[in-house]
């Protein structure tokens, strides 16, 4: 780590420490409800009963459900993200890469479902594209990308945040279908991560 960024971190207070578990409650409260209700049908004072909290105390963390909404985004998207970094730093190829990234994408989408229901049915996809972890995700992949067209293992057939597009599109095409088309495709995590490395690294042509 820099010397001054050392320098600069401060360790948290106690009051710090125990906004932020609060904080975290709150949102994984917050999950439940959305999940159990719909963002729609769960109110402030739903969420403010599940956290045990008065209305106005839940005001105090977040004034209302937007708010909310964008801390969940935050905090899941930061989530991936970080599990995305940790597995691509024991990679080389850029097939490792987008293997780790696959892996990790469809691996959380399955683990977290309800996030991704209310990702798909609360917001705008202008709100996601404005967000700014999702943002830093987005870079992410695109540096992936970047770095293989730089090295000669993608061939520069567009932009690097073009093609990282089309594989974010491929990655997120199971989601959709649950939460758009209300379908649950019939393949297994295995099957839905060969058929994206396979497709969005080698084409679907025989060779």
Known sequence: MNS???KEA???TLRE?????RTQEILEAALKLFDQKGYAGASMEDIAEASLLTRAGLYKYFPDKAKLLGALRTWKI???RERIEKRLGVTETLQEKVHAITNEMLLFQNDHRGFFRLLFSAGSLAELDADETFATLSVLLTQVIAEGIEAGEVAPVALA????MLLVSLLFKNSSKRNVLGYEPPTSL??????IKHVFLH???KT
């Not at 945040?161 to 990282?164: D, F, G, L, P």
């Not at 295995?190 to 058929?195: C, I, R, S, V």
């Open 78 to 80: 930061q989530l991936l």
């Open 10 to 12: 401060k360790p948290q």
């Open 203 to 205: 084409g679907i042509l």
């Open 161 to 164: 945040e073009e093609i990282t």
């Open 190 to 195: 295995e099957q839905d991560t060969a058929l």
């Open 4 to 6: 001054t960024r050392a």
């Open 17 to 21: 420490k125990r906004q932020e578990k």
